[in-house]
């Protein structure tokens, strides 16, 4: 299994409204990450969880809020977002570098894309 | 810091000609990997090839391959036999060894690429 799912794929939400994005993962990758990216722009790196860890918030709005279960699944808590926040979120994993080893890519999923009305 | 330029404005190729997508970068590690990765419009970040920095070859992956230029610190990705298929925005991104748990991958602005029936 090779594959990062992401769900939903489309969601529409109001400003007071609070939703969850959800990313699950079966290839053993102990490090997960959360991007955001507007259209034509590249993705801006939000959160990452080392062996389900917080290890990398960049500065991100309270308003998100990231939870990592287990080292299967991330989690994206939405609450009271902006218009401005709307955006497809993309979810990848990837296995931590050892040196002396292959420096291995990101696994990405299919994304969200979200609506902020 | 590491840093990937890509400065290409939007490509055009004629469907089964090839292309050469411009890509160079900046770290003073000496271990990093390169990546490309290919979006189309539908989401989802496609991992296409992957070059090491002490691989003596480029790296070739069907009809991708990795014109790598330690010297010049750049990392051309050649599409031979364009399909319509390939439209779509290009990525290029790197990730250095760490010397701590994990390390960013750290992407281009991105090149728009149609291709031409």
């Known amino acids: 299994d090779t594959e990062v799912t992401q769900t939903p794929k489309h969601l529409v939400m109001g400003m007071t409204n609070k939703k969850s994005l959800k990313c699950e993962q079966h290839?053993?990758?102990?490090?997960m990450y959360w991007y955001k990216q507007k259209a034509k722009k590249p993705p801006e790196l939000m959160f990452v969880?080392?062996?389900?860890?917080?290890?990398i918030n960049e500065s991100v709005p309270s308003r998100f809020s990231p939870e990592c279960p287990n080292s299967s699944l991330l989690n994206l808590h939405l609450h009271a977002l902006q218009p401005e926040d709307s955006a497809l979120y993309l979810c990848?994993?990837?296995?931590?570098?050892?040196?002396?080893?292959?420096?291995?890519?990101?696994?990405f999923g299919s994304g969200t894309r979200l609506t902020v009305v | 810091a590491q840093k990937i330029t890509q400065t290409q404005p939007g490509m055009f190729v004629q469907e089964k000609e090839a292309v050469t997508l411009d890509c160079t970068y900046d770290?003073?590690?000496?271990?990093?990997?390169l990546f490309w990765y290919k979006q189309p419009s539908s989401g989802e970040m496609i991992f296409l090839i992957y070059?090491?920095?002490?691989?003596?070859q480029n790296a070739t992956e069907g009809r991708y391959s990795l014109n790598f230029q330690k010297a010049r610190k750049s990392a051309n990705l050649v599409i031979s036999a364009s399909q319509l298929g390939d439209s779509a925005m290009y990525f290029c991104?790197?990730?250095?060894?760490?010397?701590?748990?994990?390390?960013?991958?750290?992407f281009g602005k991105g090149i728009t690429l149609s291709v031409r029936p």
């Open positions: 990848a994993s990837s296995q931590i570098l050892s040196r002396g080893h292959l420096i291995y890519g990101y696994t």
């Open positions: 290839m053993g990758h102990r490090a």
């Open positions: 969880y080392s062996y389900e860890k917080l290890s």
């Open positions: 770290t003073s590690d000496p271990s990093y990997g």
């Open positions: 070059q090491g920095s002490y691989d003596q």
């Open positions: 991104a790197m990730r250095i060894m760490p010397t701590g748990a994990n390390s960013k991958l750290t």
